[in-house]
């Protein structure tokens, strides 16, 4: 028989991402931020090759990117209007966490399912984020596609990709409810 948590269970029936925007400081602070990791890192990991790493983004590395993501945008033909866009999140943000997927060489875990792992880390980071009372939001946009940006901004390996930033603080609206997916039309069930 099982033990049920009905307080896990209440969590993740109505837990709701917080939209960047709405974030403002405090944003955790290391001692606030490692348990957050630590819950990240329980994530399925077939293998055990940890195919993922973390890159916690303070102030001073969250205004370097946004001046990145302003010198990025323009060589790449992108709109001002999207540039400025993507650049608020970076200067907007009390603190981002950037899940970065690293495939590691393997050949019992195929490829895709190490990069299905960085996103449970990412969806892991920002549960455990909710969970402790946080606001939280899994963003990524054009910048966190762009090769240069990922590998001047983050360091990045060319091997290497961003799987989520999470950005993270307090909450400083709480968002109204929005539409969730109709259950019976995503389902199917088979017996045979």
């Keep these: 028989m099982p033990d049920p948590n009905p307080a896990a269970s209440e969590f993740l029936l109505t837990r709701r991402s917080r939209p960047a925007k709405t974030l403002s400081g405090p944003a955790p602070d290391r001692a606030a931020l490692e348990p957050l990791l630590t819950a990240a890192a329980r994530s ?38 999207k540039v400025e866009k993507a650049a608020n999140e970076y200067t907007n943000s ?45 963003l990524s946009g054009w910048p966190s596609h762009d090769r240069d940006f990922i590998r001047d901004g983050l360091g990045l390996a060319d091997h290497e990709r961003v799987a989520g930033l999470m950005h993270i603080g307090t909450e400083t609206v709480a968002p109204p409810e929005r539409p969730r997916p109709d259950l019976d039309a995503i389902t199917e069930w088979r017996s045979a």
């Design 94 to 138: 009390p603190l981002a966490v950037a899940v970065v997927s690293a495939p590691k060489p393997s050949e019992k875990v195929p490829e895709i399912e190490q990069v299905y792992s960085a996103g449970a880390v990412c969806l892991a980071l920002l549960n455990a984020a909710l969970a402790a009372g946080w606001g939280a939001n899994w």
């Design 44 to 81: 399925p990991d077939h293998g055990k090759l940890e195919p993922w790493r973390f890159i916690v983004l303070e102030r001073g590395a969250l205004d370097r990117l946004a001046a990145l993501v302003r010198t990025r945008g323009p060589a790449l033909g992108i709109e001002p209007e």
